[in-house]
């Protein structure tokens, strides 16, 4: 959940003083205003309507894999370097009467709510969720063996998510362990942080194509806020920290993360292909040493190029054509009707599940196999593979529509080629699930030691 901040904050704890329901003035339509935060949305199971995440009738998991966002952080270091910082500086710099300005009269005595040591840092709220997380896990699946081991790419905010979800999960101390998994440059394909090792990705993706939204979205903004402080003179970049003292300005971010790791990167699904690939793969398994239960924990850019990899929510796919899925996210308006919303597939702890369930007695389906795919708790339809009960499909369906996925981003379309790839021993697929060399991890440590807090 994300640490709110601005005038509006609470002086202590995690949520806002916003009202239930705002009104959306260009549409005349209620919302929830904490479900429309872009990529630091608090944790929250959106689709509309809410497809129930119980298995369907005479059906039950026998197997599943999670892969999990990193909860929520104060503040990451481009975002607080970029606008927060410098917008706090210019509040703190300016000799601006601010008292005497109405509406902005708050700035007299207002100080930034987070600061440069915060920066990257899971918050308290954030461990909170990662915990519960783990207990909701543990009631799911609660007929399976726990985990052995909870994976986690090496940075202190996914380790320490992983950390608090094993606190939640666990039914008694120390029978897991965390594994971390180093986010190298030159890994391939084989690590929970793979975008990292591909030379053909850029953080900065998106940034030129949000902006153009970006500026025209704040110019109104920026006009009627220089009316009442002129000698301030607000920029969009301001206008833009501002918001981003209680969250991001959801279409902008919903364009940048199309470009940046999703549909709009010809790279995304081959980055994103690995990780399906594998854990689809054991959980298909009969081998006798798979676990029940695997649990990833990941930053913000490996999610989503999963989906890709996957086909889900894909804009294109509602009306439009795979060749011309970037001008179902024009840059001078929004659409509305758009299946990749940031804020409902990618807020803090987000989770992408694939489950194995063995199904008897569902009437209308033969007794057998089924697979589904979760996005926070949420069933997703396979377009391609919907032969079994509810959002299921049965084994072959399922085999049948990996192997098409595998297909579509291999060869010329894998990994190591479409990332261009130079440097050695680049692999186009992930083992740390079976390499006895990523190491057996550290347990968490006892409940009640007094440097765990909340």
Not at 97 to 120: G, Q
């Amino acid at each position: 959940m994300v640490q709110f901040k601005g005038p509006w904050a609470p002086a202590q704890g995690p949520a806002p003083r916003f009202p239930r329901l705002c009104r959306d003035p260009e549409l005349q339509l209620q919302v929830q205003p904490l479900e429309h935060l872009g990529g630091v949305a608090p944790y929250f199971e959106s689709q509309d309507p809410q497809a129930s995440p119980d298995v369907p009738q005479g059906c039950k998991a026998s197997r599943a894999a999670y892969l999990v966002r990193h909860a929520a952080i104060a503040a990451n270091d481009f975002d607080y370097e970029t606008y927060l910082e410098p917008f706090v500086s210019k509040v703190e710099n300016k000799t601006i009467d601010w008292s005497k300005i109405p509406t902005l009269n708050f700035l007299a005595d207002w100080s930034a709510p987070v600061s440069e040591e915060e920066e990257e840092l899971l918050t308290r709220v954030g461990r909170l969720e990662a915990t519960r997380l783990g207990v909701d896990l543990f009631f799911r699946y609660s007929h399976l063996k726990l985990p052995s081991k909870v994976y986690t790419s090496s940075a202190e905010r996914t380790y320490k998510s992983a950390q608090s979800l094993v606190r939640g999960f666990e039914f008694d101390d120390n029978t897991m362990n965390v594994v971390s998994i180093y986010e190298g440059k030159q890994s391939g394909a084989d690590s929970l942080t793979p975008y990292k090792a591909c030379p053909a990705y850029s953080s900065s993706a998106g940034s030129d194509e949000s902006a153009v939204y970006k500026e025209k979205y704040t110019k109104p903004i920026m006009a009627r806020l220089n009316d009442l402080a002129p000698e301030f003179n607000f920029t969009m970049n301001d206008i833009y920290g501002m918001m981003e003292m209680c969250g991001y300005e959801s279409y902008t971010e919903d364009v940048r993360y199309h470009y940046n790791v999703g549909y709009g990167n010809e790279v995304a699904g081959a980055v994103g292909l690995p990780w399906f690939n594998a854990t689809a793969s054991l959980l298909m398994s009969e081998a006798p040493e798979a676990e029940d239960l695997y649990v990833s924990f990941t930053h913000r850019e490996l999610p989503p190029m999963v989906l890709v990899a996957m086909g889900l929510f894909n804009n294109s796919a509602f009306g439009g054509s795979p060749d011309k899925v970037n001008e179902t996210m024009p840059l001078d308006r929004i659409n509305y009707r758009r299946a990749w919303k940031a804020s409902s597939i990618l807020p803090f702890l987000s989770n992408l599940a694939v489950e194995r369930l063995n199904c008897t007695g569902s009437y209308g389906y033969d007794d057998g196999e089924y697979y589904r795919i979760l996005v926070n708790s949420a069933p997703q339809p396979l377009d391609a593979c919907a032969d079994g009960p509810g959002t299921t499909c049965s084994r072959a369906g399922f085999e049948k529509y990996l192997q098409e996925r595998v297909d579509m981003f291999s060869g010329p379309n894998g990994f190591s080629e479409k990332c261009g790839v130079s440097y050695k021993n680049s692999t186009d697929s992930l083992s740390i699930y079976t390499d006895s060399g990523v190491g057996n991890g550290t347990i968490v440590g006892k409940r009640h030691e007094k440097s765990y807090r909340f």
